[in-house]
Nanobody, 119 residues
Framework: QVQLVESGGGLVQAGGSLRLSCAAS????????MGWYRQAPGKQRELVAV???????NYADSVKGRFTISEDSAKNTVYLQMNSLKPEDTADYYC?????????????WGQGTQVTVSS
């Protein structure tokens, strides 16, 4: 099992920045994928950004050029730097980690952290 603890959410004005952190309780087994999802009220949860142990990074079109995902394996932590925030970025943000050793897929979710962007 892996426990994920998220932090960094809050209230920010449009154009501002926030950095989300997701700390895992232990080292993440490789290969893996670490990502951030978000869910706005009344909407489905959507992928925001993902980084894999193989170095693949992908972003939702709506955040490209504004958000940056990174990970620090020494700290078992994945980050989401969010710049130029817009009101439409308002959502609960969830950390997601997938461990994919041979023959298995283990998926873990954080508890969520709220991001509110005021206009």
């Amino acid at each position: 099992q892996v426990q994920l603890v998220e932090s960094g959410g809050g209230l920010v004005q449009a154009g501002g920045s926030l950095r989300l952190s997701c700390a895992a309780s232990r080292s993440i087994v490789r290969p893996n994928a670490m990502g951030w999802y978000r869910q706005a009220p009344g909407k489905q949860r959507e992928l925001v950004a993902v980084v894999t142990s193989g170095g693949y990074i992908n972003y939702a079109d709506s955040v490209k050029g504004r958000f940056t995902i990174s990970e620090d394996s020494a700290k078992n932590t994945v980050y989401l730097q969010m710049n130029s925030l817009k009101p439409e970025d308002t959502a609960d943000y969830y950390c997601n980690i997938k461990e994919m050793p041979v023959g298995r897929l283990d998926v873990y979710w954080g508890q969520g952290t709220q991001v509110t962007v005021s206009s």
